[in-house]
């Protein structure tokens, strides 16, 4: 662990990663407390560049101040990444660990569902299983988790195939363990590199769909989102760069600093790069 | 007489962090032509750098701080990596230990021979190819025309090790390095690899740079030797005055613990059978869901009985099925026919419930020391995961797994620690002390001690039988290495291609092998002739 760490603190990137990642969270934690109106008050003359007196980011289409907007629309961002990463990493974790440790027909049937999901082009699948679902939080965080779920089980997979046919994994089964603690406690801490390393990518990701699908309309129209905002203010992006440029350079920087810190977990646990 | 190659006072250091500041410490080494130096050394001596640093080939990180290397006039220290690769392959070639992992998988063997000719000499591609088939043949290679056309999988190991060697002498080069070249290799074909360097050596006067870890080898083949230890040379000198009269105490040690390939244990009395196994058999199909290939027979008919506190041998090459039947006897794979008797209980066809409880009577211990420990969990963990599976009392196993490491010959501290922190012997100790965790009364070992360094091998081996008699144990003991089973086995059975080729006392079969297979497995111990 201390070896981990010693790793990744000592390279730039990840580190910046971390730092603009921690900056984020805090401005996402505090957005009650230092914008206790909510994001959807109107403030002043639409359209406001920023810099205007109290508005440090300017005004929206409506008015709105778009700096609470942004700090709001990082808690749904963060929100929908990490819950629909977990949910994701969660399903893909079980089946490819069925898939990989027993193998035989099971494998086959699980990797044909895997490869179902895989072969059709996941946004659109998606925007169906949203405006199925209805438009909301929740709905996106489950349709996130439904289409991004196979790459974790073809990792987890790959890994369990490779681990069940180690010695100590036969030794566990010699001394009469049975399969549920053997694939828990002895072959999963071993595979939890390229897991943690996938889903830290895979935040990013979540967070770009979020983003796509807000900006279609496809979400809930009660929260203010990065995407919803440049979805809303499209029509003003000649007059007003700010009012698009802004959220999506929220979205860069957030998505960037999250693929740091997958490539920083990468280079640490990754065994190869050790020495 | 002028040597051809001067190694004088090389020091390879290594990175700072390692466990010793130089990996090849002040060494001075002379090969004269027309001769076979033997480097011989355990693992982390320094061997194999030493070669290395003469070809230039040092991993990443490590370097020549200081010394000469001369070669016909040059330092080749002090070359330029252009100047070194004109030497390379032309006046020094180098084979390895794994011929799989030295040959491209995607190239044609043809190919991958003229490539190096054409890399130092002009010519056409016919005229190469017919060299290289010239080669092949020299090599003792069958129907070389159709081998220069074939990927490095389809040949056997044996054959790949030969083309490695026919490209090594494709530019007829003066020294030839051979890193541990029959290591990867089964007995019978280190015996003609070792014969084959020896003769094509004498044919062609050239120099041949061996290094091995195998005493047996450095007697068969070595003019000179040279023995290190953590990057010194401790003794060199003629053959037959180092391996006849060693002057240094670890010279004597490592003499000493090799195997001597004479059987000491008597078989014991016969006793009540605790394991039977009865026309065992194991097919592995091939091909996936489309294909049907067929299927290989990895254990034909096999029968046998095992005693408490006797030990049964089971030798052969690889291939042979020797593994398959330990893990079908332990019921780590499901055999196609035939019982498993743990005395009146069938292994092979009980239900996987009605197993568990059986489980811990067997034990198991296993091959590679790296891979046969979960290298996140503490050892102390490890040797708990048994009695814990078994819903035992944790801080009673905690006691027991401390009396245990005494037992192995570890200290009760190494408990907190981790796998990666013991040296290979130390992981096989820890491996038989989670076996025994259980108190088993059948142990299969299977091939517990092929990874290790002979003296750290001798030491296991007599671990292994002061654990058979303490706890009387019957012993299944898988290996491929005809001295390591007489060392410990009451009796041995020879296994080939799925079936008992022959089998009886360990003295029996030694003095009089009634098969030709067994004769020749014999045949092929390295250093028999010598002693």
Redesign the interface.
Known sequence: MRHFLRIFLSRPIPLAGLAIFAVIVALALLAPLLFARGPFIIVGMPLLPPGAPGLLAGSDVLGRDMAVGLAYGARISLLVGITSTLGAVGIGVLLGAVAGYYGGWLDDLLMRVTEFFQIIPNFVLLMVLVAFLQPSLSSTVIGIALVTWPQVARVVRGEFLSLRGREFVQAARTLGMRDGAIIFTQILPNALPPIIVVGSMMVGSAILTESALSFLGLSDPNLLSWGSMIGGSRSAMWVAWWTTVLPGLAIMITVLALNFIGDGLNDALNPRRRR | MEPLIAIQDLVVALPPGADRAHAVDRVSLTINPNEILCILGESGSGKSLTAHAVMGLLPRGVSASSGHIRFGGTDLLALPPSGLRKLRGRDIAMIFQDPMAALNPVITIGRQITEQIRAHRTLPQKEALALAAGLLAEMGLKDPKALLKSFPHQLSGGQRQRVMIAMALSLSPKLLIADEPTTALDVTTQAQILKLIKRIQAEREMSVLLITHDFGVVADMADSVAVMRYGRVVESGATNDVLGNPSHDYTRALIAAVPRGESRLPPPAEGQPLVQVKGLTKRFSRGG?FSRAPAIVALDDISLSLSRGETLGVVGESGSGKSTLA?CV?R?LDPDAGEVLLEEADIAHMRRSAL??L??R???V???PF???????TVGDILI??PK??GEDLKEARRRAADMLSLVGLSPQCLNRLPHEFSGGQRQRI?LA??LM?KPEVLIADEPVSALDVTVQAKVLKLLDDVRRQMNLAMLFITHDMRVAAEICHRVMVMRHGRIVEQGPTKDVFAAPSSDYTKALLAAIPGRQAR
């Open positions: 869901f893990r332990i780590l568990r409880p489980r811990r067997i034990q198991m296993f091959q590679d891979s046969s420990l979960n290298p996140r969990q995961a048994g599976a078994y491996g989670r076996a259980l």
